[in-house]
């Protein structure tokens, strides 16, 4: 059982490239999250999805786009990459409302 | 808006010293509040749910509990190997499909 698992772990971008990271989980979960974690500011909502085919915005959205067109996988998108956007993104599922959150084992991403 | 603090932002403890972390919360209607633990380098961790006032949980050397402004994680006599980051997260009745986190307090424990 593999749980959550993005893709990739680590990546250098320069400044406007464009880049998409996968997240996969085999649980059957409902709910899919992205964060991003930069030191001193916790974990910060980028964009979540209630089921298939759905998908919101969350606390720090700019940038970045989402697709979930297969209930398994949550895909986030960067099209400009700023250096801004340097952090450590992490995918979250959990199965429906008040449950706990299992997360993925991050990718960290770097824009030069 | 939902709001999560936690305190120490750090803390040292000798091995054996037990302490507790803080995390308060103001949030619009508290469904849970849930603790993680995490590991440098790793995604969090799922340590405990808790759901309402009076509540407590305990697993070996952790316990948590619940009041309505705030929760405590009491770490008792500690090893190295409890070294990690600890994040809390609530969810809030007005965002029923969002967990709010707070920044973590990182726990190293000295041999």
């Known amino acids: 059982n593999a749980g959550v698992t993005q893709t990739p772990k680590f990546r250098v971008l320069k400044t406007g490239q464009s880049m998409t990271l996968l997240c996969a989980q085999d649980m059957n979960h409902e709910y899919m999250y992205w964060y991003r974690q930069d030191p001193g500011m916790g974990l910060r909502l980028i964009h979540y999805?209630?089921?298939?085919?759905?998908?919101a915005k969350g606390e720090v959205p700019d940038g970045y786009n989402v697709s979930r067109l297969k209930k398994q996988n949550f895909l986030l998108g960067l099209e400009s990459a700023a250096p801004s956007q340097t952090s450590v993104y992490f995918c979250a599922s959990r199965p429906g409302f008040n449950t706990e959150a299992f997360f993925g084992q991050g990718t960290r991403l770097t824009v030069v | 808006e939902d709001q999560v603090t936690q305190s120490p932002e750090a803390l040292r403890l000798q091995e054996g010293e037990s302490s507790s972390l803080n995390c308060s919360y103001t949030?619009?209607?508290?469904?849970?509040l849930f603790w993680y633990r995490q590991d440098p380098g790793k995604g969090p961790e799922f340590l405990f749910t808790?759901?309402?006032a009076g509540e407590e949980k305990e697993k070996e050397r952790l316990k948590a509990t619940l009041t309505k402004k705030e929760s405590f994680l009491h770490i008792t006599a500690p090893k190295p190997e409890d070294s990690a980051t600890y994040l809390c997260a609530v969810q809030a009745s007005g965002s029923a499909r969002q967990l709010t986190f707070g920044s973590g307090t990182q726990l190293t424990v000295l041999p």
């Open positions: 999805s209630v089921g298939e085919g759905t998908t």
């Open positions: 808790l759901y309402s």
């Open positions: 949030v619009s209607g508290l469904r849970g």
